[in-house]
């Protein structure tokens, strides 16, 4: 299985910050990686698709980028509904995978 | 919008088999690939597997072979069954769209648009 290797595992960050998470695949992925956002108690919601295609009504203070196997998430003014955990999942190779998360904290 | 609801027992006893169903509202199951996903308390997010609309379904290897994904298009839903529980199956399942077939492409499955809302299975005697 292809391995999500995610960092930091959490970050203390405070509102209007910018920050940003890597995930780093275990081997060539293409562009073929998500971001999910998720609330404590509550269902992941999908960011990002394709590296750096945002779902329909997702804030454009989210972004993705990549280069090579390193990808990143960044928000670039963090509001405060965006304290939560934050999981990348790559969908290259069966089975899909996820990184093991991020939690932003104040 | 499409609305994704789990339904199922939130006690399953060790050693038993474990069902859950996924209600699709608000849009159509066909031409849908469906999704299981479950996180374990505390963790990280395991994908089950899959089924498509017309009954194929893939599973993931490194969860051995109790698993089977059934769907019921005349009910709009599609259905998880575990057997064999044990305290590690106990986590939240959720059901999740994959992507879609049209007349030219395919979308990839394991892309996850949409998700219910989980459904925590505790598996204890």
């Known amino acids: 299985d292809i391995q999500m290797t995610q960092s930091p595992s959490s970050l203390s960050a405070s509102v209007g910050d910018r920050i940003t998470i890597t995930c780093r695949a275990s081997q060539v992925i293409g562009n073929y990686v998500a971001w999910f956002q998720q609330r404590p108690g509550k269902a992941p919601k999908s960011l990002i698709f394709?590296?750096?295609s945002l779902q329909s009504g997702v804030p454009s203070r989210f972004s993705g980028s990549a280069s090579g196997t390193d990808f990143t998430l960044t928000i670039s003014t963090l509001q405060p509904e965006d304290f939560a955990t934050y999981y990348c999942q790559q969908y290259n190779n069966f089975p899909p995978t996820f990184g093991g998360g991020t939690k932003v904290e104040i | 919008q499409v609305q994704l609801q789990e339904s199922g027992p939130g006690l399953v006893r060790p050693f038993e088999t474990l069902s859950l169903s996924c209600s699709v509202s608000?849009?159509?199951?066909?031409?849908?690939?469906w999704n299981w996903i479950r996180q374990a308390p505390g963790k990280g997010l395991e994908w089950v597997g899959y089924i498509y609309y017309s009954g194929s379904a893939k599973y993931n290897p490194s969860l051995g072979g109790r698993f089977t994904i059934s769907v019921d298009t005349s009910r709009n839903q599609f259905n998880l069954r575990l057997t064999s529980v044990t305290a590690a199956d106990t986590a939240v399942y959720y059901c999740?769209?994959?992507?879609?077939?049209?007349?030219?492409?395919?979308?990839?499955?394991?892309?996850?648009?949409?998700w219910g809302q989980g459904a925590l299975v505790t598996v204890s005697a």
């Open positions: 608000g849009g159509s199951i066909t031409n849908y690939y």
């Open positions: 999740a769209r994959g992507g879609y077939c049209d007349t030219t492409t395919c979308y990839s499955p394991i892309t996850f648009d949409a």
């Open positions: 394709a590296t750096s």
